[in-house]
């Protein structure tokens, strides 16, 4: 499956350098940096918003980031986001059980590996990527109880940032890169 459209045939030298970090940082000659070469605007921001999200290192811890961000790829069922997020999931520490709960093919009730915190984490995550957003007050009071003022901004933001990607991925008609390939979801 292809995009809707296809790049342009001459990207401006400025992208070039942002679509070669893009190709270190993944690995992988992604088509959504070439195809937003068509307005170089939204290219530099949307650039700048991956380079600046919570990556874990003085943040929240990386698991944690990566259950919000594979549980905001599948809540807004986004087949690029998913592969990309889920993508190394082991390495964050997540379990294939972890991975059936998150994906629905596992009650999430019966997997006792997930804290509290992540618990609480995943349920704000589902009530954020709904449409309409629908935010029970247990879900927020147990968010202010266990998280930082700082860290409730993380979680928003980072399911935010989720959310920005799917829907402009979606518009676009970018088809999955293959990151997830090798693992069964």
């Given at each position: 499956m292809d995009a809707f459209i296809k790049p342009p045939k001459k990207i401006p030298f400025f992208l070039?350098?942002?679509?070669?970090?893009s190709r270190r940082v993944t690995g992988k000659d992604?088509?959504?940096?070439?195809?937003?070469?068509?307005?170089?605007?939204?290219?530099?921001?949307?650039?700048?918003?991956?380079?600046?999200?919570?990556?874990?290192k003085k943040d929240l811890n990386e698991r944690v980031l990566k259950i919000v961000?594979?549980?905001?790829?599948?809540?807004?069922?986004c087949a690029f986001c998913i592969d990309m997020n889920s993508f190394g999931y082991e390495k964050s520490g997540i379990s294939k059980q972890e991975m059936n709960a998150l994906s629905g093919r596992v009650d999430i009730d019966k997997v006792t590996t997930f804290?509290?915190?992540?618990?609480?984490?995943?349920?704000?995550?589902?009530?954020?990527?709904?449409?309409?957003?629908?935010?029970?007050?247990?879900?927020?009071d147990s968010l202010l109880a266990n998280f930082t003022e700082r860290e409730v901004v993380i979680l928003a933001s980072t399911i935010a940032q989720v959310n920005y990607w799917a829907r402009l991925i979606h518009g676009l008609g970018v088809p999955p890169e293959g990151f997830s390939d090798k693992c069964e979801l």
């Open positions: 070039k350098f942002g679509i070669m970090i992604l088509l959504v940096p070439k195809l937003l070469a068509w307005y170089p605007r939204v290219a530099i921001s949307s650039g700048v918003l991956e380079a600046l999200v919570a990556h874990g961000r594979i549980q905001a790829s599948l809540a807004v069922s804290s509290e915190k992540e618990r609480i984490v995943i349920e704000y995550v589902k009530a954020i990527c709904s449409t309409p957003i629908k935010l029970k007050k247990e879900v927020k």
